[in-house]
């Protein structure tokens, strides 16, 4: 067979898997009729990969099941979603109002004033090391110092910075259950100290996390219907967009110097959205080994070592491959992290019991209790990046941070006591 009927092959079944992938999208919104359900959310990157991979110049090889294997991980995670939904029909929707019984508006103000300190202190630390070691731009100069022992504060602002997104989160519910001019002034100086903290790590990862906590919190408690999510949605993928266009203007500054930023723009938005679909059919092309659990139980593993032990603890970055096109890429999807333990049939099974996952979490905000709320805004963020690279067990330490700040601002009673009458004991 030529190569050229090879591609054929594979085009044919990437088309049909678009198809089918569409088709899943339609039954979701049929059946749930919720934009935010992940039923349906979790068809809409996968098919937005694939579409912009068909007119790429990235290399398939003859091996291209994968598609069909993108299909079936979502019709189980359907499986698992139907099991903890049944009779939740877009509930979300139903009014359900927290009675919010105390604020304790003195630690929270403290609170602030720590963030504020500590916040300006890291800026001034980073404006002294920019004026004595800048490099071709801002980001790219603190980049480079990211992993020396130049800016010591850095690695603190990291963990403090999940502190931050949740405190803002907080501050968010307050002011959607009481838009108190009180409560304004403080969303909008959380809202500054927030946007700052997670622009100062340098990465895509917490702006989108921190973008998604605010869109998916704002509209539950705002009760927005399809429609509103919709035209939303819309504006704010636009804006994603032009923002991470010139993201990776600052992030790569040397490339301008042969290629055009409309170039270099189209280049990395086809690699981040349909790349990875490419990468892990290279790495199933030429990887048979196991690793027997040690991704799947790399928290743990990366603990005992903590303790004293001394067991293999795999990197949470991969290898670059080359797919086409003078263009490599070291993100493999969802899958791979499970594939790489047990094999496709294990993968399958994350996938189904990640559906059980968002099922119960969307379950749970439907009484709209803020720790639910909060936890299942968190949740859409590993599930919109499954095209992209597993970001549920990968970041079991991150997950952790969030649960135990969740349970400290929302149900310790330190900063507020709020109680629904209308949800089950």
């Given at each position: 067979?030529?190569?050229?009927q090879?591609?054929?092959?594979?085009?044919?079944?990437?088309?049909?898997?678009?198809?089918?992938?569409?088709?899943?999208?339609?039954?979701?919104?049929?059946?749930?009729?919720?934009?935010?359900?992940?039923?349906?959310?979790?068809?809409?990157?996968?098919?937005?990969?694939?579409i912009?991979?068909?007119?790429?110049?990235?290399?398939?090889?003859?091996?291209?099941?994968?598609?069909?294997y993108?299909?079936?991980?979502?019709?189980?995670?359907?499986?698992?979603?139907?099991?903890?939904?049944?009779?939740?029909?877009?509930?979300?929707?139903?009014?359900?109002?927290?009675?919010?019984?105390?604020?304790?508006?003195?630690?929270?103000?403290?609170?602030?004033?720590?963030?504020?300190?500590i916040?300006?202190?890291?800026?001034?630390?980073?404006?002294?090391?920019?004026?004595?070691?800048?490099?071709?731009?801002?980001?790219?100069?603190?980049?480079?110092?990211?992993?020396?022992?130049?800016?010591?504060?850095?690695?603190?602002?990291?963990?403090?910075?999940?502190?931050?997104?949740?405190?803002?989160?907080?501050?968010?519910?307050?002011?959607?259950?009481?838009?108190?001019?009180?409560?304004?002034?403080?969303?909008?100086m959380q809202?500054?100290?927030?946007?700052?903290?997670?622009?100062?790590?340098?990465?895509?990862?917490?702006?989108?996390l921190?973008?998604?906590?605010?869109?998916?919190?704002?509209?539950?408690?705002?009760?927005?219907?399809?429609?509103?999510?919709?035209?939303?949605?819309?504006?704010?993928?636009?804006?994603?967009?032009?923002?991470?266009?010139?993201?990776?203007?600052?992030?790569?500054?040397?490339l301008?110097?042969?290629?055009?930023?409309?170039?270099?723009?189209?280049?990395?938005?086809?690699?981040?959205?349909?790349g990875?679909?490419?990468?892990?059919?290279?790495?199933?092309?030429?990887?048979t080994?196991?690793?027997?659990?040690?991704?799947?139980?790399?928290?743990?593993?990366?603990?005992?070592?903590t303790?004293?032990?001394?067991?293999?603890?795999?990197?949470?970055?991969?290898?670059?491959?080359?797919?086409?096109?003078?263009?490599?890429?070291?993100?493999?999807?969802?899958?791979?992290?499970?594939?790489?333990?047990?094999?496709?049939?294990?993968?399958?099974?994350?996938?189904?019991?990640v559906?059980?996952?968002?099922?119960f979490?969307?379950?749970?905000?439907?009484?709209?209790?803020?720790?639910?709320?909060?936890?299942?805004?968190?949740?859409?963020?590993?599930?919109f990046?499954?095209?992209?690279?597993?970001?549920?067990?990968?970041?079991?330490?991150?997950?952790?941070?969030?649960?135990?700040?969740?349970?400290?601002?929302?149900k310790?009673?330190?900063?507020?006591r709020?109680?629904?009458?209308?949800?089950?004991?």
């Open positions: 067979m030529s190569i050229f090879l591609k054929q092959v594979v085009i044919i079944i990437l088309f049909f898997s678009l198809i089918s992938i569409t088709l899943l999208l339609f039954i979701a919104m049929v059946v749930h009729k919720d934009l935010l359900s992940p039923a349906v959310v979790i068809n809409i990157p996968w098919l937005i990969s694939l912009f991979l068909i007119p790429s110049d990235f290399f398939y090889e003859t091996n291209s099941i994968h598609f069909l993108f299909v079936i991980g979502i019709i189980l995670f359907n499986i698992g979603y139907f099991f903890t939904v049944i009779g939740k029909k877009n509930k979300r929707l139903k009014e359900n109002k927290w009675i919010i019984k105390n604020i304790n508006y003195k630690v929270i103000n403290l609170i602030v004033i720590f963030e504020l300190i916040l300006s202190i890291y800026l001034f630390t980073l404006l002294i090391y920019v004026n004595g070691n800048f490099n071709e731009n801002i980001y790219f100069t603190l980049k480079m110092a990211r992993g020396t022992s130049d800016l010591v504060l850095m690695n603190f602002m990291d963990y403090l910075n999940n502190f931050i997104i949740s405190f803002t989160m907080l501050i968010l519910y307050l002011y959607l259950q009481n838009r108190s001019k009180k409560n304004s002034i403080l969303l909008t809202l500054i100290i927030g946007t700052i903290s997670v622009f100062l790590t340098l990465g895509r990862t917490a702006i989108l921190y973008c998604i906590l605010i869109f998916v919190t704002f509209v539950i408690y705002s009760n927005f219907g399809n429609r509103k999510i919709l035209k939303y949605v819309t504006i704010l993928g636009s804006l994603s967009i032009i923002f991470f266009s010139i993201y990776n203007l600052v992030k790569y500054p040397y301008l110097e042969s290629y055009s930023a409309l170039e270099i723009s189209l280049e990395y938005f086809i690699l981040y959205i349909s990875s679909m490419v990468t892990i059919q290279q790495w199933m092309a030429s990887n080994e196991f690793l027997y659990g040690e991704n799947t139980f790399r928290f743990i593993i990366a603990v005992l070592n303790v004293g032990y001394d067991l293999n603890l795999q990197p949470l970055t991969n290898s670059f491959v080359s797919i086409g096109n003078k263009t490599t890429s070291n993100v493999y999807t969802f899958y791979h992290y499970y594939v790489v333990d047990f094999g496709w049939l294990y993968a399958f099974l994350a996938q189904f019991s559906g059980l996952l968002h099922g979490l969307y379950k749970k905000m439907t009484f709209k209790d803020p720790f639910w709320v909060f936890l299942f805004s968190l949740s859409l963020y590993p599930l990046m499954q095209f992209f690279q597993d970001q549920y067990l990968s970041l079991t330490s991150t997950w952790v941070q969030f649960v135990f700040y969740g349970i400290l601002l929302f310790s009673n330190i900063f507020i709020s109680r629904n009458s209308s949800a089950p004991n």
